[in-house]
């Protein structure tokens, strides 16, 4: 049964689908005439130019999408796509974006949040969309620090991060977004950067064709307030050895000349070479991005805590069960079904109710 109802929400989702050469849309479809206000050079650029080359080739009507901010510099998002949007309350846009998908089941919504908007006061309305699985996109433009408001430590600035708030260093341990995804048991979960298009371009895509929520975290550069923090990761001379691109069932490679391999040693990530005749790539990890289980998805997530271990970009996990809004629809569908329609006056006087009087 549980099968059955899967499949019937995923075909569902695709029969909403129209042919991209019948629509006929293109970025500039989706760039609005309002003139965009963030700092010259600023990552959020790229990731607004790669959303609107994505966004035609979904096969989605444009009045069929939505974008939900809360507060923040990624957060005026909204405002630069021409499409529905709203540019809500500070850490809020999870919770009016599931009210908004299920009100209207047939939309694509879309979440613009940043590393403070979504894990200090969103936090809570963040890992309640994961664990509900409510059919929506959430795009966290990760900077590890407070832009909008000029350069305090967030909850992903690392430790000892010397700002504005914390001149002596932060003594706050950061927040590990793709974990807190995982273990709130987001069905899709991926890393990306702003500094490669096409692989951000790739992440969306994938993300937009889940069914179920999908988290994709964006390592975007603040050149203002945080410049350079993840410069070792994206420019091309460190990269290759800095980085390793996850794929499914391929063995995980890297290095500038993919001399190099994950292998796991119990539950430790290793790197070991593959010249020195001690391991070969059948030794390595292969990546399973579609495993049941979010042990392997974990510990790849928590590469990022070692300096020693390139930090993993791609999807590290994503699985299929029905989302909360299919799942409600059904059920409202079955209670009709068994006790009908149902009248608004007669549930509002039901049970235990009284009159005030003067006496």
């Known amino acids: 049964m549980y099968k059955i109802?899967?499949?019937?929400?995923?075909?569902?989702?695709?029969?909403?689908?129209?042919?991209?050469?019948?629509?006929?849309l293109t970025s500039k479809d989706f760039k609005s005439d309002q003139d965009v206000r963030w700092c010259p050079g600023c990552?959020?650029?790229?990731?607004?130019?790669?959303?609107?080359?994505?966004?035609?080739?979904?096969?989605?009507?444009?009045?069929?999408?939505v974008w939900v901010s809360g507060i923040g510099c990624s957060s005026r998002f909204p405002y630069y796509m021409d499409t529905y949007g709203f540019h809500s309350i500070h850490g809020r846009a999870p919770a009016i974006a599931t009210g908004l998908k299920i009100a209207h089941p047939e939309l694509s919504v879309w979440i613009a949040t940043g590393d403070g908007d979504l894990m200090s006061i969103g936090g809570n309305h963040f890992?309640?969309?994961?664990?509900?699985?409510?059919?929506?996109?959430?795009?966290?433009?990760?900077?590890e620090i407070y832009g909008l408001t000029k350069g305090q430590y967030s909850p992903t600035s690392e430790k000892g991060k010397v700002t504005k708030s914390s001149p002596y260093g932060s003594i706050d341990y950061p927040f590990n977004p793709a974990s807190?995804?995982?273990?709130?048991?987001?069905?899709?979960?991926?890393?990306?950067?702003?500094?490669?298009?096409?692989?951000?371009?790739?992440?969306?895509?994938?993300?937009?064709?889940?069914?179920?929520?999908?988290?994709?975290?964006?390592?975007?550069?603040?050149?203002?307030?945080?410049?350079?923090?993840?410069f070792a990761l994206t420019d091309k001379e460190t990269k290759p050895e800095t980085t390793i691109f996850l794929?499914?069932?391929k063995p995980m490679v890297f290095g500038?000349?993919?001399?190099?391999?994950?292998?796991l040693k119990g539950f430790e990530p290793t790197v070991v070479s593959l010249t020195d005749g001690e391991n070969s790539i059948e030794d390595l990890i292969v990546h399973d991005e579609f495993d049941e289980s979010p042990?392997?998805?974990?510990?790849?997530?928590?590469?990022?805590?070692?300096?020693?271990?390139?930090?993993?970009?791609?999807?590290f996990r994503q699985v299929e069960k029905p989302s909360y809004n299919d799942a409600l629809e059904e059920q409202i569908a079955d209670v009709t079904e068994a006790r009908g329609k149902g009248d608004l006056d007669t549930l509002l006087f039901a049970g235990n109710t009284w009159e005030v009087t003067d006496n």
Do not use: W
């Open 5 to 24: 109802k899967l499949k019937k929400s995923l075909e569902a989702k695709m029969t909403n689908k129209i042919d991209v050469d019948e629509l006929k």
């Open 43 to 65: 990552g959020d650029y790229s990731i607004l130019a790669q959303v609107q080359k994505v966004l035609p080739t979904l096969g989605v009507k444009k009045e069929d999408f």
């Open 127 to 143: 890992i309640h969309a994961c664990r509900k699985n409510v059919d929506v996109n959430i795009i966290l433009f990760n900077n």
């Open 180 to 230: 807190l995804a995982l273990g709130s048991n987001s069905t899709f979960v991926a890393r990306t950067m702003d500094r490669d298009p096409k692989h951000l371009q790739f992440i969306l895509k994938r993300a937009a064709e889940h069914n179920g929520v999908s988290f994709v975290e964006v390592y975007q550069n603040c050149n203002i307030f945080n410049d350079g923090t993840f």
């Open 247 to 249: 794929e499914h069932d």
């Open 256 to 263: 500038k000349d993919n001399d190099k391999g994950i292998v």
């Open 295 to 315: 042990v392997r998805a974990f510990i790849l997530a928590h590469m990022t805590d070692d300096a020693n271990l390139p930090t993993p970009f791609g999807i």
